[in-house]
């Protein structure tokens, strides 16, 4: 029996898991701009958005270490495809119902973010538990779709906004939301195993107890601010700073970016074996260091633009790189390490796009102040490869 279960319908469903994920993470930061135009929203309160966003996936990643293996895999993940989608909906529809648009906003991205969270801790170890060879490969090829829903969603909202204008977003944010009702059925009916047996799993305590599990808990804050700075606030960048179009500055900045970090992890994906994986993410981290001077000191817009879409190459790597130099280091981990590894990403995920935000603020609404704020990241990544790499 065990032969006859269909493990490329749960990597189908593992897939579109990250491509909802993505939809969650980068569809709203296209509209910061419009936002802050159509509702008054000040720079910093737009860096709230992602913040929000990502403290909200920190506390369900922490939930999920101590109640995801009670509760089963299957039911987790089908309410992550849930929430997703009410989320979304709630879009749509909360910035004119509730007493604040920003509020809408903001109970909107909590509840899609509770879906995203739960996506981000159940999508790697459920690939991680199929009986498939060259696991690092498998891992970097799953994550390349967040890239091409990032790609998907940019490009897609683009062309809607620039056939049916920006006031139609609402109406986007409903249509985006039938990919994880769609997915709601695939994890529903697919296989899916345990990462490991019952009682087999490191513990919270023990994982807090091993001491090079902090470095990977570092190495993953590294990761995802890293990311996630340049990722969210790539779309108001070019448009901001760079003084590019809407259309112009969505296509050559956050597409770019989602590209240039697809095509990443895909070569991995394809060459990884061939390829050390501690020197790819030291050699990516140095690139993306490069790529942050480059935007933010750049006086030519193509050259600010050039900077933002290679620094999507650069981090491609990064995360789900640091989840298999953890699982390769702490095979054990189960669960818990998972999810501890996304809420570290999550970490940095919150506290880089803030960074980025204040910093733009206090300097005069600059975004490219912002954006340079964020190169002690790759730097502080580089430091934590080359120490996991000596230990």
């Not at 690939?127 to 940019?154: D, Q």
């Not at 890293?226 to 259309?247: C, D, G, N, P, R």
């Not at 570290?344 to 880089?352: I, Y």
């Amino acid at each position: 029996m065990e032969q006859k279960k269909n493990y490329r319908k749960t990597m189908t469903a593992c897939y579109l898991g990250f491509v909802t994920q993505a939809i969650c993470a980068n569809f709203a930061p296209l509209l910061f701009i419009t936002f802050h135009k159509t509702y008054g929203i000040s720079f910093a309160s737009l860096a709230l958005i992602s913040t929000v966003f990502f403290f909200t996936q920190l506390v369900v990643d922490l939930i999920c270490a101590r109640i995801v293996d009670r509760i089963g895999y299957r039911t987790c993940v089908v309410a992550a495809e849930v929430t997703s989608a009410m989320g979304l909906l709630g879009l749509a529809l909360l910035p004119e119902l509730l007493w604040s648009p920003f509020a809408g906003i903001i109970l909107s991205v909590v509840i899609y973010a509770i879906g995203s969270g739960l996506a981000e801790v159940l999508v790697s170890p459920i690939v991680e538990a199929c009986p498939f060879e060259n696991k690092e490969k498998t891992m970097s090829l799953l994550h390349s779709f967040y890239c091409w829903g990032s790609v998907g969603v940019i490009l897609g909202s683009t062309l809607f906004f620039a056939a049916f204008g920006i006031g139609s977003w609402k109406i986007l944010a409903a249509i985006w939301s039938v990919v994880p009702i769609y997915n709601i059925y695939n994890f529903a009916t697919c296989p899916i195993e345990r990462l490991v047996e019952d009682g087999e799993g490191m513990t919270m305590g023990g994982l807090f107890r091993t001491g090079l599990f902090w470095l990977l808990i570092l190495l993953m804050v590294c990761a995802g601010a890293s990311e996630i700075s340049m990722a969210q606030w790539a779309s108001a960048f070019a448009e901001s700073a760079l003084h590019v179009s809407k259309t112009v500055g969505d296509l050559a900045g956050p597409c770019g970016f989602a590209v240039c970090m697809g095509v990443s992890r895909v070569f991995y994906g394809k060459y990884g074996e061939k390829v050390d994986l501690s020197v790819f993410m030291m050699g990516s981290g140095i690139l993306c260091l490069g790529c942050y001077l480059l935007a933010a000191l750049a006086s030519l817009p193509v050259l600010g633009l050039v900077g933002c879409a290679l620094c999507g190459f650069s981090v491609g790597i990064m995360w789900p790189g640091s989840i298999s130099i953890s699982s390769r280091i702490l095979p054990k981990g189960g669960t818990a390490m998972f999810a501890l590894l996304a809420l570290a990403g999550d970490l940095g995920g919150a506290v880089g796009p803030a960074i980025v935000g204040n910093v733009s603020q206090r300097a005069g609404e600059n975004i490219q102040a912002g954006v340079l704020a964020g190169i002690g990241f790759p730097i502080m990544l580089v430091l934590c490869v080359l120490t996991v790499r000596r230990k």
